[in-house]
Antibody
Framework: QVQLQESGPGLVKPSETLSLTCTVS??????????WGWIRQPPGKGLEWIGS???????FYNPSLKSRVTISVDTSKNQFSLKLSSVTAADTAVYYC?????????????WGQGTLVTVSS | QSVLTQPPSVSGAPGQRVTISCTGS?????????VHWYQQLPGTAPKPLIY???NRPSGVPDRFSGSKSGTSASLAISGLQAEDEADYYC???????????FGGGTKLTVL
């Protein structure tokens, strides 16, 4: 059974870069049947897709965040990572990583438990 | 403003049937992209409820059903139970944005 776990700092200063890693267990990020994604949820608000990556390194980013987002994959560690630069308070959210089934027709399952990242000085 | 539009809230009494709509456009649902539904209980990660418009993952009760027509989709929950009180999100793909999109979410209250 595939499980995902987010890790990274829970507090980031404004203008700095948020960095999170998702570790996959029970399965491989190199599995060609899946993509991998990051989704966030500001406190009390809805879900926002941040971006997705294929094991080959091909990436897809939310246009509203594209200029600040970098997603990468490390197949040797069975991990994928998120970097969001120049953060502001508006980037405070629970960040989830998830496996994406089926590419463009796909759905996210399973999800990590999520990690709260607060942007504050 | 979400690309997929859901009602902010719906409610129903135990045993009743409720539906949650998800309205999109010609670049997402109307373009033929599948719609998926998630249930999010308080303080937990979203869990898939319906995938591929109408399919239930293993373990999801058949009280939950999905449908899609034109530029919209719906989630129906019959025989409402107190444990169904949660937030529900639809999700699809948008060709104009070249990315995956979520609805704004609907809070279900069981009266």
């Amino acid at each position: 059974q595939v499980q995902l776990q987010e890790s990274g700092p829970g507090l980031v200063k404004p203008s700095e870069t948020l960095s999170l890693t998702c570790t996959v267990s029970g399965g491989s990020v190199s599995n060609s049947n899946y993509y991998w994604g990051w989704i966030r949820q500001p406190p009390g608000k809805g879900l926002e897709w941040i971006g997705s990556i294929y094991y080959s390194g091909r990436t897809f980013y939310n246009p509203s965040l594209k200029s600040r987002v970098t997603i990468s994959v490390d197949t040797s560690k069975n991990q994928f990572s998120l970097k969001l630069s120049s953060v502001t308070a508006a980037d405070t959210a629970v960040y989830y990583c998830a496996r994406l089934h089926g590419s463009h027709q796909g759905w996210f399952d399973p999800w990590g438990q999520g990690t709260l990242v607060t942007v504050s000085s | 403003q979400s690309v997929l539009t859901q009602p902010p809230s719906v409610s129903g009494a135990p045993g009743q049937r409720v539906t949650i709509s998800c309205t999109g456009s010609s670049s997402n649902i109307g373009a033929g992209y599948d719609v998926h539904w998630y249930q999010q209980l308080p303080g937990t990660a979203p869990k898939p409820l319906i995938y591929g418009n109408t399919n239930r993952p293993s373990g999801v009760p058949d009280r939950f059903s999905g449908s899609k027509s034109g530029t919209s989709a719906s989630l129906a929950i019959s025989g409402l139970q107190a444990e169904d009180e949660a937030d529900y999100y639809c999700q699809s793909y948008d060709s104009s944005l070249s990315g995956w999109v979520f609805g704004g979410g609907t809070k279900l209250t069981v009266l």
